[in-house]
Nanobody, 125 residues
Framework: VQLQASGGGLVQAGGSLRLSCAAS??????????SGWFRQAPGKAREFVSA????????DYADSVKGRSIISRVNAQNTVYLEMKSLKPEDTAIYYC?????????????????WGQGTLVTVSS
C-alpha cells in the first residue's frame, strides 16, 4: 500500500489549505480501510488531527482543529482529504495520512497500518 500526501505549503495565518492523500496498491481496496490525518510539529510528538471511517459516515477531530477542519473521502478515487481553514501558526507541522484495516475510527498512531510520507504545512503569522 502506498499513500501519497500532497497539498501542503506556506500560507498566512487565517488562510486555508486542502490536503490530499491518494492511496494505491496492487490488492488494496481503499473502501475497506478507515483513514486518518496526523501531524508532527518540530520538536513535538506526532498527534492525531482527524479520522474518517471506511464509508465516510463517521468522523472525528482533535479539539485543536475542530470547527476549522473537514475530513472527507472519495472512495472511487482512493483519496482522502483534509480541508483546514482559519489556519494558525501552531498548525505548522508535517501532516501525515494513514489508513487502517479495522472498522471504526482510529485516534492513535498505533491504530494505523500504513502511512504516507507527509506534506509540510507552514503557517506564517
Amino acid at each position: 500500500v502506498q499513500l501519497q500526501a500532497s497539498g501542503g505549503g506556506l500560507v498566512q495565518a487565517g488562510g486555508s489549505l486542502r490536503l490530499s492523500c491518494a492511496a494505491s496498491g496492487r490488492t488494496f481496496n481503499f473502501r475497506d480501510y478507515g483513514s486518518g490525518w496526523f501531524r508532527q510539529a518540530p520538536g513535538k510528538a506526532r498527534e492525531f488531527v482527524s479520522a474518517i471511517s471506511r464509508g465516510g459516515g463517521m468522523t472525528d477531530y482533535a479539539d485543536s482543529v475542530k470547527g476549522r477542519s473537514i475530513i472527507s473521502r472519495v472512495n472511487a478515487q482512493n483519496t482522502v482529504y483534509l480541508e483546514m481553514k482559519s489556519l494558525k501558526p501552531e498548525d505548522t507541522a508535517i501532516y501525515y495520512c494513514a489508513v487502517r484495516a479495522n472498522n471504526g475510527l482510529g485516534l492513535t498512531s498505533s491504530a494505523y497500518d500504513y502511512w504516507g510520507q507527509g506534506t509540510l504545512v507552514t503557517v506564517s503569522s
